[in-house]
T-cell receptor
């Protein structure tokens, strides 16, 4: 059973470009969570999704950030018009209903 | 508000025992998790407590007191590979399953 997969592992974008981060949950997991980890800081919750539904987006910045988890395919975290402050590690986690969340390897976004 | 406190750094000796404390104040509570994170890697699940008491799993044990808003992770027979950050996280109540993380405790194991 493959773990949570994220790609790309590293992403470099210039200010103003768009970043698309992909997450494929573990097989059988229908719950996906996105977290952001800034340098020297803890993980911060961003959004919780189930297939085709956003359940909790209380941690998402109000502008430029969006997330989806379509019926088919991976979950996508999209950041429009990136700024230097968006540079961070973005982790996706999945879970089967409610219990521990399994984390992917993360995408390290660098904005130049 | 939501607040989770852990020491920033700890140092211990190989073969020894170390206890990492975590205190929390959250608007809801539906379990407390401990994760291990090596530099540049994903957090990996260590333990889960939802009821008061001690959960033991090999060299790792975790304790929870809900009335005190307190947990600790106990690592026995420390090995060099245990050098990592240890993250305390609380799952909030209600419909959301989001985890609220502390900033983590960076543990350095010395020979």
């Amino acid at each position: 059973n493959a773990g949570v997969m994220q790609n790309p592992r590293h992403l470099v974008r210039r200010r103003g470009q768009e970043a698309r981060l992909r997450c494929s949950p573990m097989k059988g997991h229908s719950h996906v969570y996105w977290y952001r980890q800034l340098p020297e800081e803890g993980l911060k919750f961003m959004v919780y999704l189930q297939k085709e539904n956003i359940i909790d987006e209380s941690g998402m910045p109000k502008e430029r950030f969006s997330a989806e988890f379509p019926k088919e395919g991976p979950s996508i975290l999209r950041i429009q018009q990136v700024v230097r402050g968006d540079s961070a590690a973005y982790f996706c986690a999945s879970s089967p209903l409610t219990y521990e969340q399994y984390f992917g390897p993360g995408t390290r976004l660098t904005v130049t | 508000g939501q607040n989770i406190d852990q020491p920033t750094e700890m140092t211990a000796t190989e073969g020894a025992i170390v206890q990492i404390n975590c205190t929390y104040q959250t608007s809801g509570f539906n379990g407390l998790f401990w994760y291990q994170q090596h530099a540049g890697e994903a957090p990996t699940f260590l333990s889960y407590n939802v009821l008061d008491g001690l959960e033991e799993k090999g060299r790792f044990s975790s304790f929870l007191s809900r009335s005190k808003g307190y947990s600790y992770l106990l690592l026995k027979e420390l090995q060099m590979k245990d050098s990592a950050s240890y993250l305390c996280a609380v799952r909030g109540g209600g419909a959301t399953n989001k985890l609220i993380f502390g900033t983590g405790t960076l543990l350095a194991v010395q020979p």
